[in-house]
Every structure is written in structure tokens, then in C-alpha cells.
């Protein structure tokens, strides 16, 4: 197991509310990212968080959204769900030296299971 | 944009057999290749990676995967399939470093591996 943890596990919301999904890094990891898997299909990259920025940023459109707090834990914040919104999302945790391109591999939590109906 | 493809969507194989989990990538510069492997209802775990030196790298659980940038593959291999071992397996790519927001992982579709007993 690594030491990425998410919650909720499972998640149901109705068609136009708003949820938070939050994820705790893995002991020094400063870089946290998202990912969203629909049932099927690989991980689609959603955005990333260095230094409690976003610094890169998938095909999603602005109604996903999120935060890195400073001991890098992380949130995860969709407005307006909508039934595609539907996926496991989940949270990996790296160590990035910036400038260098020096990193560890991203390391995974279990995932949150959203379902929208 | 980069890309990762997982020609086979099922790979089946007698226990005690070698397997092969075919992946082939496109990326602009010198790939970072990873392989993760997902269990049902749970998130991914790393298994190897390959940066830069020996194109032949090993990984967990005696899962190997050898590098091959003339054909641009990274094919994931193991010489004696276990029954555990059957799983939804993960191709992704990365990247070399050009600056914030270059971290992203892109993932191909999955290969579910089936041994049989």
C-alpha cells in the first residue's frame, strides 16, 4: 500500500451539486495530481499542484477545480456535476525538484468512486 | 501531444506460461515509460519505470518490461504467470521535464491480463 489516502471511498450526488474529494500526499511528496477513470477506460489526466499552485492542466473544463494546502495535502472540487462526471478519481503524489526535472514515480491512492445521478 | 496504445484490450495465458502486455508510445524527446497495475475497486500500484540506461528493467513481483526506442514499445513481460497476477495492467508515458506543467501522465486504455489455473 502506499501512503495516499483518499476520502471519501464511494460517493453519490444528484445533477447539479457540488463535491470536494480530499487526498493526503505521501510523507515527503510535494507534488500532488489528479487523475479521472471512467469505467473502462485509463486514468485522464485532470491537473496537478506544486508549491499549492496548479501548474498543469488536462482537458477538463474550469467547474473542476483545487486546492494544495501547505503540508500538501490536497482538494479535489467539481461544481454543477454532471452524469459523465461519473468516474473513480484518483489522487497520486510524486517528489518533484523543479528546474531539474528530477522526480519520483507517482505514487496512488485507492480512489474515490463518484457516481451522479 | 503524447500519446500511449494498448493494442489488446484481454491478454489470456496458462499459468506458468511467460506473458507479454504489449504497449507502444508517442512522445516529442526521450519517454519516461511506467507500467501500473490496478486491482478491482482499487487504485493503481506501481510496478516499474524506465528513464534513462538499461532499455531491460526490472520491477515488483518479477514483472520485467524492456524498452525499445527504434519501434517506440515498452512491453511488459514475465517469465512465469501467477494466478494472482491477473489484473487490469497500465502503459503510461510521460514527458521529459520542459518547465511547469509537464508532469502529466498519459495512460493507455488497460490490458486485462487473465491467468488460468
Known amino acids: 500500500e502506499t501512503g495516499v489516502t483518499q476520502s471519501p471511498t464511494h460517493l453519490i450526488k444528484t445533477r447539479g451539486q457540488q463535491v470536494t474529494l480530499r487526498c493526503s500526499s505521501q510523507s515527503g511528496h510535494n507534488t500532488v495530481s489528479w487523475y479521472q477513470q471512467a469505467l473502462g477506460q485509463g486514468p485522464q489526466f485532470i491537473f496537478q499542484?506544486?508549491?499549492?499552485?496548479?501548474?498543469g492542466r488536462g482537458n477538463f473544463p474550469p467547474r473542476f477545480s483545487g486546492l494544495q494546502f501547505p503540508n500538501y495535502s490536497s482538494e479535489l472540487n467539481v461544481n454543477a456535476l454532471e452524469l459523465d462526471d461519473s468516474a473513480l478519481y484518483l489522487c497520486?503524489?510524486?517528489?518533484?525538484?523543479?528546474?531539474?526535472?528530477?522526480?519520483?514515480?507517482?505514487?496512488f491512492g485507492q480512489g474515490t468512486r463518484l457516481t451522479v445521478v | 501531444a503524447q500519446s500511449v496504445a494498448q493494442p489488446e484490450d484481454q491478454v489470456n495465458v496458462a499459468e506458468g506460461n511467460p506473458l507479454t502486455v504489449k504497449c507502444t508510445y508517442s512522445v516529442s524527446g526521450n519517454p519516461y515509460l511506467f507500467w501500473y497495475v490496478q486491482y478491482p475497486n482499487r487504485g493503481l500500484q506501481f510496478l516499474l519505470k524506465?528513464?534513462?540506461?538499461?532499455?531491460l528493467v526490472k520491477g515488483s513481483y518479477g514483472f520485467e518490461a524492456e524498452f525499445n526506442k527504434s519501434q517506440t514499445s515498452f512491453h511488459l513481460k514475465k517469465p512465469s504467470a501467477l494466478v494472482s497476477d491477473s489484473a487490469l495492467y497500465f502503459c503510461?508515458?510521460?514527458?521529459?521535464?520542459?518547465?511547469?506543467?509537464?508532469?502529466?501522465?498519459?495512460f493507455g486504455k488497460g490490458t486485462k491480463l487473465s491467468v488460468i489455473p
Open positions: 503510461a508515458v510521460r514527458a521529459p521535464y520542459s518547465g511547469a506543467g509537464s508532469y502529466q501522465l498519459t
Open positions: 524506465y528513464i534513462t540506461g538499461d532499455n
Open positions: 499542484y506544486y508549491r499549492e499552485e496548479e501548474n
Open positions: 497520486a503524489s510524486s517528489l518533484e525538484v523543479s528546474g531539474q526535472g528530477l522526480y519520483t514515480e507517482a505514487f
